[in-house]
């Protein structure tokens, strides 16, 4: 990569994050709901309330956190990037002497930075808010966890993002952002479903994202089976949106 094309790729990046911070959706369903509901949430639960071994205020603060995570990445994410496709920002690019990958590399950093940026934010609420003390080993390994983890969203983002109709990705990311949300146990835990959803929950990209930092800060040690998933999530995400992306270019 030569300095003119990192240079473009940072200027990319910056606007990226400048247009993210400005927008109302972002900061509505990304940072706004998930404080709001881990206030509401925490706050009408006793104090001595457990989830197996771990306090509600530290559990629910790592399911609000993933909340975030995936709302921005979806909600932000792959709006803008089937906006900017369909308004023909990504065909305009291919004429440039930039690479095409430039782009792509671009939108996944910026989102990277806003994913560590509603991290740190929900943890500092949930430390000196609701006094949530972990030992700093844990502290960081959910923090990288998370933000890690946060990547197979990305990938989603992105297989929505191709589809060139932006009111029918908006339509898309809210019920795949709600439902996966519920039903992967980050609004209230999936031990109060029934038998069958519990066994669907364990397959869903959320479930699995939250159960790595409730692991975490429950003493245990990364699940391996949820490493293995959201792999899985991100490969076959990936493959369909290259996939797409090239069938529309072919035309």
Same mark, same amino acid.
């Given at each position: 990569?030569?300095?003119?094309?990192?240079?473009?790729?940072?200027?990319?990046?910056?606007?990226?994050?400048?247009?993210?911070?400005?927008?109302?959706?972002?900061?509505?369903?990304?940072?706004?709901?998930?404080?709001?509901?881990?206030?509401?949430?925490?706050?009408?639960?006793?104090?001595?309330?457990?989830?197996?071994?771990?306090?509600?205020?530290?559990?629910?603060?790592?399911?609000?956190?993933?909340?975030?995570?995936?709302?921005?990445?979806?909600?932000?994410?792959?709006?803008?990037?089937?906006?900017?496709?369909?308004?023909?920002?990504?065909?305009?690019?291919?004429?440039?002497?930039?690479?095409?990958?430039?782009?792509?590399?671009?939108?996944?950093?910026? =989102? $990277?930075?806003? #994913? +560590?940026?509603?991290?740190?934010?929900?943890?500092?609420? @949930?430390? /000196?808010?609701?006094? !949530?003390?972990?030992?700093?080993?844990?502290?960081?390994?959910?923090?990288?966890?998370?933000?890690?983890?946060?990547?197979?969203?990305?990938?989603?983002?992105?297989?929505?993002?191709?589809?060139?109709?932006?009111?029918?990705?908006?339509?898309?990311?809210?019920?795949?952002?709600?439902?996966?949300?519920?039903?992967?146990?980050?609004?209230?835990?999936?031990?109060?479903?029934?038998?069958?959803?519990?066994?669907?929950?364990?397959?869903?990209?959320?479930?699995?994202?939250? =159960? $790595?930092?409730? #692991? +975490?800060?429950?003493?245990?040690?990364?699940?391996?089976? @949820?490493? /293995?998933?959201?792999? !899985?999530?991100?490969?076959?995400?990936?493959?369909?949106?290259?996939?797409?992306?090239?069938?529309?270019?072919?035309?």
């Amino acid at each position: 990569m030569n300095a003119t094309i990192l240079k473009a790729t940072m200027a990319q990046c910056r606007a990226e994050l400048l247009r993210t911070f400005r927008n109302k959706r972002f900061i509505f369903f990304s940072i706004v709901m998930p404080v709001a509901f881990y206030f509401l949430f925490t706050s009408t639960m006793g104090s001595d309330t457990k989830i197996g071994s771990v306090d509600w205020t530290s559990y629910y603060l790592m399911s609000m956190t993933v909340y975030g995570v995936i709302g921005a990445s979806l909600t932000s994410f792959a709006q803008r990037i089937s906006r900017e496709r369909t308004q023909g920002w990504v065909r305009l690019l291919s004429i440039t002497p930039l690479p095409s990958w430039s782009y792509m590399v671009s939108k996944v950093a910026a =989102q $990277g930075v806003i #994913n +560590l940026f509603i991290i740190l934010m929900m943890f500092i609420i @949930g430390g /000196l808010g609701k006094q !949530v003390d972990l030992p700093v080993s844990v502290w960081i390994e959910s923090f990288l966890w998370i933000w890690i983890g946060g990547f197979s969203f990305m990938a989603l983002g992105t297989l929505l993002g191709s589809m060139r109709n932006p009111d029918v990705v908006q339509v898309l990311t809210m019920i795949l952002y709600m439902g996966l949300s519920i039903l992967g146990g980050l609004w209230f835990p999936t031990a109060s479903m029934s038998g069958t959803l519990q066994t669907i929950a364990k397959f869903t990209p959320t479930y699995r994202l939250g =159960q $790595g930092a409730w #692991n +975490l800060i429950g003493g245990g040690s990364i699940d391996w089976t @949820g490493v /293995l998933i959201l792999a !899985v999530y991100v490969v076959v995400f990936v493959i369909l949106s290259s996939y797409i992306i090239k069938r529309q270019e072919a035309v």
